[in-house]
Structures are given as structure tokens and as C-alpha cells.
């Protein structure tokens, strides 16, 4: 059997899950299944590489040692609570503990047809959103932010009716360190079922904060160390210019993984309010709203968290303030460390942050691509020719200011004692060449809608080495020429 499945979620009381089983899908095809990811999960890859394989995660045959259920939880969706959400089209296959690692993972079949929390939903997904998914997550593996993986894409072989008509389905095979979410808690608070909030904590404590468990009060502890992965990771999303789109309080997960790709997209051009989510009318979720809306989230965890935190209601308030009291500076310090090293300086400071500030103001009257920007600053660090000068510069609406932000870098840089060899490696390994950008991802989903791969596979293998120049791919950096510019983005679920 493929899976040495060690499950432990299914072994919470009841009223976490509700055990179903996927339906099966009528000719199901694989279109993508990550070798190399299942060696490292501990899979017997070739037994999961054929038609046995195939038949386990399009949900058509059970796995050994599989015993698949839904996960209950609830959100806040724009702002708006819903007791009653859950996985309505997602099913946990099982648990595997990582070959190298050591590390739990969640495998999940999303797509996999109808479960209990399905409401209205059919359960499934469009081949569209498997796509996107499936190239968006493993870009941001390979540009280094936490994230769930891509396990397996497959094509279900039947239709399903979405908005724009019928569209071929797909399911995706997700893999996470847990599928636990803000909401989640949320769940058992929303029930006051305080006894399983307990056994929820208790849980996230063993499998994702260990520490925790040794501080005088472990639940505050655990509190305080989801907030800081929080911080850490939106600062991460900031500096690569990824706008995740429904930052539902639903799709936070409290491992500190990236979760749910829907309307994601990084920015082409720099706009602080840009925002591409076509159900996000009011921009609740922008790029520059994300770490408001982060610590937004944060509050409703540790609301829901209360009961835990102390005995007495005003002690746990002051517990819950004092914890969240936190996330603007963990933010400020990781943002401020993150774009500071896309100029060249390893341990910025306030005073790096301020040119950093200037480059962004520059930027954003020139509607500037964010990538290019950075991708280009990394050849202008030496003092100076025209020909290295000219692509950042080339980006800009007049050369005037740009030009004078570069002389001020760079004597910046030579004040800071930091050489322009130094600066250069330290911007090649943080500002990449490649990224996911929408209009390629469009294409690889029209052409995979129908059933050419070939865009699919090429996207995602030139973003596996995204910090890389790849001379034969180099039109893949381009940013959209005005008629390929994709304005918004849809869930599509
Ligand atoms: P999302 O916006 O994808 O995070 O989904 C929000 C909620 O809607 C979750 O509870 C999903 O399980 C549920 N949902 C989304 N799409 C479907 C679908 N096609 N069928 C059933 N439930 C769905
Ligand atoms: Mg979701």
C-alpha cells in the first residue's frame, strides 16, 4: 500500500469531524502527481504512480489504512460570522509523518465530492482552480513561504456547473502540516463547548507548538507563537507582492501555513490597494489591508481562545490584549527585515527602511512593476554603469527620480560599509526572477481546460527555481502586456 498512514485527528471526540468517504468521479486522469514530494512524504511513489494510485486520490477506492473524514469549523466571511461552515468539499484521507522531517502531514482530497458541511455545494472543484492552486502553492514553496504543498492534480473526467457554464472538473491532493484554522476554534467557542476547545488546544499544542507546553500558562503561550507565525508570514506575502484575496477567518491556518488559494494573486504593477478577489469589491482584503486583517483575524483566535487563557473573564481579556498587543511590531520587524534584504542590506534598520519607503513611493507613481523593480535592482549595485542602471530605470515613467533614488542607494550602501558584492548576493537570494504571474496562470488554465498540460507543466517547472535566471524562459518575467492583464481573479468554487 502506498500510504503508512498514522492518523491521529480521527482519534478527537465527535464533534470535530464527520467521517464520509469520497465519490468516486467517472474517468479520472492524472495531470500532475509530484514525485519527488511523495519520496519525501515517506509514499511508496511508484506504487501511488499508477492506476491503483490514480484511483485513491480521484477518490474512486479507499487507501489502506485511510479513514477519511471532514473537518468541522466555522468563520468570520468578510467580516460576517458563520457557525456552520466545514470542509464542504474537502476530505482528510489520512495522516503521514515526513521521511526526513519527522513532521505530520495531513493528505486531503479537495473536490472529492459532497460531505455533511456541503450546504448547497456540490462538493466538488472546476480543473481551473486545481490549477491554479496546484502552480500558486508551489511557487511559494520554492520562494520560501510557508505554505501547504501540491500533492496530485487530477481530471475527474465529469463536468460541474459553475457561474461562466460547465467546466471540467478536477481534484486536487493537498497536503498540510494540519488543516486546523482560526475557524476551528471558532467551532467549539461558537458552541461554548469549552471541554473540546481544551482538547482542541491541547492538540495544536502536541502536534505544532511543543514548547508551549513547558510555559507557566500554555495557552497563552500557544496564542502568542500563532500570532507571531502569523506576522511572520503575511510580512513574507508583502515582500513577494502576494495578495491572498479571502483571508476568511476560515483559510487562516493555525500552523502558520499559507492556506487556500481562491482569488490569490501576486501584483504585476506596485499599488498598496490593489486587490484582484472579484468578491472583494471593497478591497477588505487588499494587498496593503493584510496585515490589519491578519491581526483582525487574530483577535477573533484569542476571543474564541478566552475560556483557556485564565480564570476569571477580566484575566483572560488582559492575557488575550497583552498577546495580540504583540503582532504589530513581530510584523513591523519582519516586514522591515524582509524588504531591507531585497535592497542589499542583511539586518536593516529603521533608517534602511526609509529608502526602502522612497523606492515604494517611486514605484507606486510609476505603476512600476513590483518584481521587475527588484529583480533588476539586483544588477545595479555596482557603482554604476548606464547598462546596468537602464532596466530598473526603464521601468519608471521619468529617469529623473529613479536615477537619483539609485545614486542614494548606493552611497547608502558604501556609507552602511556594505560592498556591492555583498548587496548583490544578498538581493539574489531574496528577490526572485519568477513569479506565478496571472496572465501565465490564465493561460495554463485555458489551455488545461482543454486538456493541453503543456503550459501547466512548463509554468510550473521554470517556478521551481524561482531565484534562477533562466535565459531560454525569459519572456516568463515580462509583465502583461495591457491586453493580457487579468484585473480580477474568482474563487471559483
Ligand atoms: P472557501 O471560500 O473556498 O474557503 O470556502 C468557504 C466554505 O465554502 C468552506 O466551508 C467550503 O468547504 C465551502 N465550499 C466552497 N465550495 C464548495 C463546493 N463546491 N461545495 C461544497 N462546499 C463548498
Ligand atoms: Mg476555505
Same mark, same amino acid.
Given at each position: 500500500m502506498p500510504f503508512p498512514f498514522d492518523n491521529s485527528y480521527v482519534n478527537l471526540p465527535d464533534g470535530f469531524f464527520q467521517k464520509v468517504d469520497p465519490t468516486p468521479v467517472s474517468a479520472p486522469e492524472w495531470?500532475?502527481?509530484?514525485?519527488? +514530494?511523495?519520496?519525501? @512524504?515517506?509514499i511508496d511513489v511508484d506504487k501511488l504512480d499508477s492506476p491503483e494510485g490514480l484511483a485513491f486520490l480521484a477518490g474512486n477506492a479507499k487507501p489502506e489504512g485511510s479513514?477519511?473524514?471532514?473537518?468541522? *469549523?466555522?468563520?468570520?466571511? +468578510?467580516?460576517?460570522f458563520s457557525p456552520q461552515l466545514g470542509d464542504g468539499r474537502a476530505i482528510l484521507l489520512g495522516e503521514l509523518i515526513g521521511k526526513n522531517d519527522g513532521v505530520r502531514r495531513d493528505i486531503q482530497l479537495k473536490g472529492s465530492?459532497?460531505?455533511? +458541511?456541503? &450546504?448547497?455545494?456540490?462538493?466538488?472543484?472546476?480543473?481551473?482552480?486545481? $490549477? &491554479?492552486?496546484? $502552480?500558486?502553492? !508551489?511557487?511559494?514553496?520554492?520562494?520560501?513561504?510557508?505554505?501547504?504543498?501540491a500533492l496530485?492534480?487530477?481530471? /475527474?473526467?465529469?463536468?460541474? @456547473?459553475?457561474?461562466r457554464g460547465y467546466e471540467p472538473g478536477g481534484v486536487f491532493t493537498r497536503v498540510g502540516k494540519s488543516h486546523i484554522r482560526v475557524g476551528t476554534f471558532q467551532w467549539f467557542a461558537a458552541r461554548q463547548d469549552h471541554e473540546n476547545l481544551r482538547v482542541l488546544a491541547d492538540y495544536v499544542?502536541?502536534?505544532? *507548538?511543543?514548547?508551549?507546553?513547558?510555559? !507557566?500558562?500554555? *495557552?497563552?503561550? @500557544?496564542? !502568542?507563537?500563532?500570532i507571531q507565525r502569523q506576522a511572520q508570514l503575511i510580512a513574507k506575502w508583502m515582500h513577494l507582492g502576494f495578495i491572498h484575496g479571502v483571508m476568511n477567518t476560515d483559510n487562516m491556518a493555525i500552523s502558520g501555513e499559507t492556506i487556500d488559494y481562491g482569488p490569490c494573486a501576486f501584483m504585476d504593477d506596485y499599488d498598496p490597494a490593489k486587490k484582484f478577489s472579484f468578491i472583494d469589491q471593497q478591497g477588505r482584503y487588499a494587498y496593503s489591508?493584510?496585515? /490589519?486583517?491578519?491581526?483582525?483575524? $487574530?483577535?477573533? @483566535?484569542? !476571543?474564541?481562545m478566552l475560556p483557556l487563557l485564565a480564570d476569571s473573564d477580566d484575566k483572560a481579556v488582559t492575557e488575550a490584549e497583552s498577546a495580540l498587543e504583540k503582532f504589530p511590531d513581530i510584523f513591523q520587524t519582519a516586514l522591515v527585515s524582509g524588504f531591507t534584504k531585497k535592497i542589499g542590506i542583511e539586518n536593516g534598520d529603521e533608517d534602511d527602511w526609509k529608502i526602502v519607503q522612497s523606492l515604494l513611493a517611486l514605484m507606486h507613481d510609476s505603476n512600476a512593476d513590483f518584481t521587475l523593480t527588484f529583480r533588476h535592482l539586483r544588477n545595479a549595485a555596482q557603482d554604476s554603469s548606464e547598462t546596468d542602471d537602464r532596466p530598473v530605470i526603464d521601468l519608471f515613467q521619468s529617469p529623473e527620480p529613479i536615477s537619483k533614488w539609485l545614486a542614494e542607494w548606493r552611497s547608502h550602501l558604501q556609507k552602511a560599509g556594505i560592498s556591492a558584492e555583498a548587496a548583490t548576493a544578498q538581493m539574489l537570494s531574496v528577490n526572485p526572477v519568477f513569479i506565478p504571474r496571472n496572465h501565465r496562470i490564465e493561460a495554463a488554465i485555458q489551455a488545461g481546460m482543454k486538456q493541453d498540460y503543456e503550459p501547466f507543466n512548463q509554468l510550473h517547472q521554470i517556478l521551481k527555481k524561482p531565484f534562477e535566471e533562466q535565459p531560454e524562459f525569459s519572456e516568463f518575467e515580462a509583465a502583461p502586456e495591457a491586453s493580457e492583464v487579468v484585473c480580477e481573479t474568482f474563487c471559483g468554487t
Amino acid at each position: 500500500m502506498p500510504f503508512p498512514f498514522d492518523n491521529s485527528y480521527v482519534n478527537l471526540p465527535d464533534g470535530f469531524f464527520q467521517k464520509v468517504d469520497p465519490t468516486p468521479v467517472s474517468a479520472p486522469e492524472w495531470i500532475a502527481l509530484s514525485r519527488e +514530494f511523495a519520496a519525501e @512524504l515517506g509514499i511508496d511513489v511508484d506504487k501511488l504512480d499508477s492506476p491503483e494510485g490514480l484511483a485513491f486520490l480521484a477518490g474512486n477506492a479507499k487507501p489502506e489504512g485511510s479513514d477519511p473524514l471532514s473537518m468541522a *469549523y466555522s468563520g468570520h466571511q +468578510f467580516g460576517g460570522f458563520s457557525p456552520q461552515l466545514g470542509d464542504g468539499r474537502a476530505i482528510l484521507l489520512g495522516e503521514l509523518i515526513g521521511k526526513n522531517d519527522g513532521v505530520r502531514r495531513d493528505i486531503q482530497l479537495k473536490g472529492s465530492g459532497p460531505t455533511p +458541511f456541503s &450546504r448547497r455545494g456540490d462538493g466538488r472543484s472546476a480543473l481551473g482552480p486545481v $490549477l &491554479r492552486e496546484y $502552480l500558486v502553492s !508551489e511557487a511559494m514553496a520554492a520562494l520560501g513561504v510557508p505554505t501547504t504543498r501540491a500533492l496530485a492534480a487530477i481530471w /475527474t473526467g465529469d463536468n460541474v @456547473l459553475r457561474d461562466r457554464g460547465y467546466e471540467p472538473g478536477g481534484v486536487f491532493t493537498r497536503v498540510g502540516k494540519s488543516h486546523i484554522r482560526v475557524g476551528t476554534f471558532q467551532w467549539f467557542a461558537a458552541r461554548q463547548d469549552h471541554e473540546n476547545l481544551r482538547v482542541l488546544a491541547d492538540y495544536v499544542i502536541d502536534r505544532h *507548538y511543543p514548547d508551549s507546553r513547558d510555559s !507557566e500558562n500554555p *495557552y497563552r503561550t @500557544l496564542l !502568542e507563537n500563532v500570532i507571531q507565525r502569523q506576522a511572520q508570514l503575511i510580512a513574507k506575502w508583502m515582500h513577494l507582492g502576494f495578495i491572498h484575496g479571502v483571508m476568511n477567518t476560515d483559510n487562516m491556518a493555525i500552523s502558520g501555513e499559507t492556506i487556500d488559494y481562491g482569488p490569490c494573486a501576486f501584483m504585476d504593477d506596485y499599488d498598496p490597494a490593489k486587490k484582484f478577489s472579484f468578491i472583494d469589491q471593497q478591497g477588505r482584503y487588499a494587498y496593503s489591508n493584510q496585515p /490589519t486583517m491578519a491581526h483582525w483575524n $487574530l483577535t477573533r @483566535l484569542a !476571543e474564541a481562545m478566552l475560556p483557556l487563557l485564565a480564570d476569571s473573564d477580566d484575566k483572560a481579556v488582559t492575557e488575550a490584549e497583552s498577546a495580540l498587543e504583540k503582532f504589530p511590531d513581530i510584523f513591523q520587524t519582519a516586514l522591515v527585515s524582509g524588504f531591507t534584504k531585497k535592497i542589499g542590506i542583511e539586518n536593516g534598520d529603521e533608517d534602511d527602511w526609509k529608502i526602502v519607503q522612497s523606492l515604494l513611493a517611486l514605484m507606486h507613481d510609476s505603476n512600476a512593476d513590483f518584481t521587475l523593480t527588484f529583480r533588476h535592482l539586483r544588477n545595479a549595485a555596482q557603482d554604476s554603469s548606464e547598462t546596468d542602471d537602464r532596466p530598473v530605470i526603464d521601468l519608471f515613467q521619468s529617469p529623473e527620480p529613479i536615477s537619483k533614488w539609485l545614486a542614494e542607494w548606493r552611497s547608502h550602501l558604501q556609507k552602511a560599509g556594505i560592498s556591492a558584492e555583498a548587496a548583490t548576493a544578498q538581493m539574489l537570494s531574496v528577490n526572485p526572477v519568477f513569479i506565478p504571474r496571472n496572465h501565465r496562470i490564465e493561460a495554463a488554465i485555458q489551455a488545461g481546460m482543454k486538456q493541453d498540460y503543456e503550459p501547466f507543466n512548463q509554468l510550473h517547472q521554470i517556478l521551481k527555481k524561482p531565484f534562477e535566471e533562466q535565459p531560454e524562459f525569459s519572456e516568463f518575467e515580462a509583465a502583461p502586456e495591457a491586453s493580457e492583464v487579468v484585473c480580477e481573479t474568482f474563487c471559483g468554487t
